[in-house]
């Protein structure tokens, strides 16, 4: 480690939002480019570094700061040179020379502690001078905190954010509650807090410490999906968490339910424990829906006389379960259409499309990714958006994004049909609800067999078991999906039959094999050489879908091997090495976790901005453009050529996608998808999972691995058991009668 001393002559480049600076320090004759990350320094100011030389391929000699601190100017040309560097507002060199040659050494104690003197300086008012004065005090503020924050192994990144959020109120707040981190700062979770409590000194049985770990262990159980837990089973994992017996947490409860943070509501002999955020979600969801399912009174020979119309301009005719589901959607505010592959969703929806466009009626489509989004205005000729794109993101904080579609502004269209239901989850269906203004239709379409969504909640099923709303449930398969192995199949699955793995099918395969390494051999053969031209599509199109992320054949060791092969390294192609994840150019990746304030922009070949906008979302998939190395930023062209720059203190959001888990291939078709099987723990292993990555294909599936193993997940009808509560709001309402029109 390398200690270096000087002042900042120039600040080349500073990403604002994570502090990485590229800088030239002067030191003693000798000016060296510096990178790190510095938060709160200006030109000009007195620096001393901690580091050690690089050799960048493309920029030459640097020295990489690991550490630094900002030493105050000592002798007359730095104390100028500082304040004339614009690091104070309001000061330029003049008036610094001006200062400097008043006070001289004494300039710095009189601005800190007598900066009415500075009004005897030519040009500088008495308010200038207070102004002066509380600029001074704000940098040393902070330079003093992020001092105070270190010791405690804070990163200047996150001390910065400590201090732009509680500024001199951070000593209290850590050496009392260090937990309120975890509620106020974006990126701290009960994991980082904890971490500094324990170097603070705060004992594990703390009342602060118990209660964030109790919130922690409810916000950590939404990431697997549920929006409750039962009693015991909090109190068993908050205890795993907190490494403390489960009494010591239960007289916790009551208090944060007097302190609105939980609500707690029994059911038998059970009691369920929510975050309140989520109860009230839930209970939202329910009274909205209630208030949407409102009844039409249409004569029913008007209906059918429509319908033949329809059928006749077209070339389709319905079954009794589509008409059915026509009927009801014009003759109720609130209509759900679930049915598998092939049974005719898509006609069902283009014949209601068809009936309320004659009847001069407004209609919205949406789906909640792209892709499906995508399929949707393909296969009805109509313009589909994204959720997140009709509610018009505005870019809120994570988890609180913000939409401009609300109450108070709700969408203006007389029908909205929404598409892949399965997908949603509660937190955007009640900002979805939200929008939607009583009057309006509302048709969620959807296969309630399909993983629930990765979100929590449950919400399409939910809805369907709660018996309050008109479902129709589409079981036929068409004759022409009925040439299709893959829906045949994947019907087979779904009602626990047999399915023949002889390969005489055209577009449903089971390659036998036995031993791991074999398994990935056999699907790069087919990425790489067979199927590109068998399904008349490109190597990168084609996506394996696993079960886990771990393992032989999980995610993480696929997409280190298929790199290899799919994008092998380049001397032309720029590389970063992230958390033991190389990304390349050319790389195939996956957003996992949403994020309402990136920013898009489409670009026309020219590369000026011809259209922009908010959010990338978990399971949104692109291919990596261009790495700069020297800006720290990664550029990711997602679809619709929607371009995204990431800086690499943003990479965590990203990872290869050459592989992806089945749950997170839910809503999106390929060409053809190869599903590598050999073994797995049996709550993971199920039908339900299977079901879904079979029918994620479009022309092609291709299994490779243990054919006993497949046969057991057919059968294995064992699902991981998702906590939730809005079949239970919706059953609470049940006496709410419905308004006629």
């Known amino acids: 480690m390398e200690i270096l001393k000087g002042y900042v002559e120039h600040i080349v480049?500073?990403?604002?939002?994570n502090g990485y600076t590229v800088l030239n320090l002067v030191s003693g004759e000798e000016e060296i480019t510096c990178v790190g990350i510095f938060h709160g320094i200006g030109e000009g100011e007195n620096l001393e570094l901690s580091g050690e030389y690089t050799d960048h391929p493309s920029y030459g000699r640097q020295f990489k700061v690991t550490s630094f601190q900002v030493k105050p100017p000592e002798d007359i040309i730095s104390m100028e040179r500082y304040l004339g560097s614009g690091a104070i507002k309001g000061i330029g060199a003049a008036l610094?020379?001006?200062?400097?040659?008043?006070?001289?050494?004494?300039?710095?104690?009189?601005?800190?502690?007598?900066?009415?003197?500075?009004?005897?300086?030519?040009?500088?008012?008495?308010?200038?001078?207070?102004?002066?004065?509380?600029?001074?005090?704000?940098?040393?503020?902070?330079r003093q905190a992020m001092i105070f924050l270190q010791q405690y192994g804070i990163s200047q990144t996150l001390a910065a954010k400590i201090f732009q959020t509680y500024r001199t109120e951070l000593y209290g707040i850590l050496k009392e509650n260090p937990y309120r981190l975890a509620d106020d700062i974006r990126g701290v979770g009960f994991r980082i807090a904890d971490e500094i409590a324990s170097r603070i000194g705060i004992h594990t049985d703390s009342d602060f410490r118990i209660r964030s770990g109790i919130l922690y262990t409810l916000l950590q159980a939404s990431m697997e999906g549920h929006t409750c837990l039962p009693r015991q089973l909090l109190s068993q994992k908050a205890s795993e968490l907190l490494k403390i017996e489960p009494e010591h947490i239960e007289k916790h409860y009551m208090d944060l339910a007097i302190d609105k943070k939980l609500v707690i509501k029994e059911a038998g002999d059970t009691s369920y424990i929510y975050a309140s955020n989520y109860y009230y979600m839930e209970l939202n969801t329910a009274v909205m829906l209630k208030n949407l399912d409102i009844s039409y009174d249409v004569p029913q020979a008007e209906i059918e006389n429509r319908i033949c119309s329809i059928e006749k301009g077209s070339d389709f005719v319905l079954d009794e379960l589509q008409v059915q589901a026509v009927k009801e959607a014009v003759c109720n505010g609130l209509v759900v259409i679930t049915g598998g592959p092939g049974t005719g969703k898509t006609t069902t929806i283009n014949t209601i499309i068809q009936y309320f466009e004659m009847e001069g009626l407004d209609i919205l489509l949406a789906a909640p990714t792209g892709r499906a989004a995508k399929r949707m205005s393909e296969t009805t000729g109509f313009e589909a958006k994204t959720i997140h794109r009709m509610l018009e993101l505005n870019g809120g904080a994570e988890d609180r994004a913000g939409f401009e579609r609300n109450e108070e502004n709700p969408l203006e269209t007389d029908?909205?049909?929404?598409?892949?239901?399965?997908?949603?989850?509660?937190?955007?269906?009640?900002?979805?609800?939200?929008?939607?203004?009583?009057g309006t239709r509302l048709i969620l379409v959807g296969d309630v067999n399909q993983l629930p969504s990765v979100g929590a909640g449950s919400v399409l099923k939910d809805i369907i078991e709660s018996r309050q709303f008109h479902v129709v449930r589409l079981t036929r398969i068409f004759r022409q999906a009925a040439q299709s192995d893959i829906i045949v199949n994947a019907h087979k699955i779904n009602r626990g039959e047999e399915v023949l793995l002889?390969?005489?099918?055209?577009?449903?395969?089971?390659?036998?094999?036995?031993d791991a390494n074999?398994?990935?051999?056999?699907?790069?053969?087919?990425?790489?050489?067979?199927?590109?031209?068998?399904?008349?599509?490109?190597?990168?199109?084609?996506?394996?879908?696993?079960?886990?992320?771990?393992?032989?054949?999980?995610?993480?060791?696929?997409?280190?091997?298929?790199?290899?092969?799919?994008?092998?390294?380049?001397?032309?192609?720029?590389?970063?090495?992230?958390?033991?994840?190389?990304?390349?150019?050319?790389?195939?990746?996956?957003?996992?976790?949403?994020?309402?304030?990136?920013?898009?922009?489409?670009?026309?070949?020219?590369?000026?901005?011809?259209?922009?906008?908010?959010?990338?979302?978990?399971?949104?998939?692109?291919?990596?453009?261009?790495?700069?190395?020297?800006?720290?930023?990664?550029?990711?062209e997602f679809e619709e050529g929607r371009l995204v720059d990431y800086s690499f203190k943003q990479l965590e959001e990203l990872e290869l996608a050459y592989a992806i888990t089945i749950h997170k291939s839910q809503g999106s078709e390929y060409p053809a998808v190869v599903i590598p099987l050999l073994t797995g723990p049996k709550m993971l292993m199920n039908r339900n999972l299977l079901y879904t990555a079979v029918t994620r294909a479009k022309k092609c599936v291709t299994l490779v691995g243990n054919d006993v193993t497949f046969q057991q997940m057919i059968q294995n009808v064992s699902e991981q058991k998702r906590y939730t509560g809005l079949e239970a709001r919706l059953r609470e309402t049940e006496g709410i009668r419905t308004l006629t029109i």
């Open 502 to 514: 002889d390969n005489k099918s055209m577009d449903f395969f089971f390659l036998k094999r036995y």
């Open 13 to 17: 480049y500073q990403n604002s939002e």
């Open 518 to 636: 074999v398994i990935i051999s056999v699907a790069i053969q087919l990425i790489q050489q067979k199927l590109p031209k068998f399904v008349d599509a490109k190597p990168f199109d084609i996506q394996v879908l696993t079960p886990m992320r771990k393992g032989l054949l999980g995610v993480e060791r696929l997409n280190n091997i298929l790199q290899q092969y799919l994008n092998p390294p380049d001397k032309d192609k720029e590389e970063k090495e992230h958390s033991g994840m190389v990304f390349r150019e050319g790389d195939k990746v996956m957003q996992i976790k949403n994020n309402y304030q990136l920013e898009w922009e489409i670009r026309s070949r020219y590369g000026l901005a011809i259209d922009k906008g908010l959010g990338v979302f978990n399971g949104d998939m692109g291919v990596i453009r261009s790495i700069s190395n020297y800006q720290e930023i990664l550029t990711v």
């Open 96 to 142: 610094a020379a001006r200062i400097v040659h008043k006070f001289k050494q004494d300039t710095f104690r009189i601005i800190e502690e007598e900066p009415e003197r500075l009004a005897e300086v030519k040009g500088i008012s008495q308010r200038k001078a207070m102004e002066i004065a509380e600029q001074a005090e704000g940098k040393r503020e902070q």
């Open 415 to 438: 029908v909205i049909i929404v598409d892949e239901m399965s997908m949603v989850d509660i937190s955007l269906m009640h900002a979805m609800l939200k929008a939607v203004a009583a």
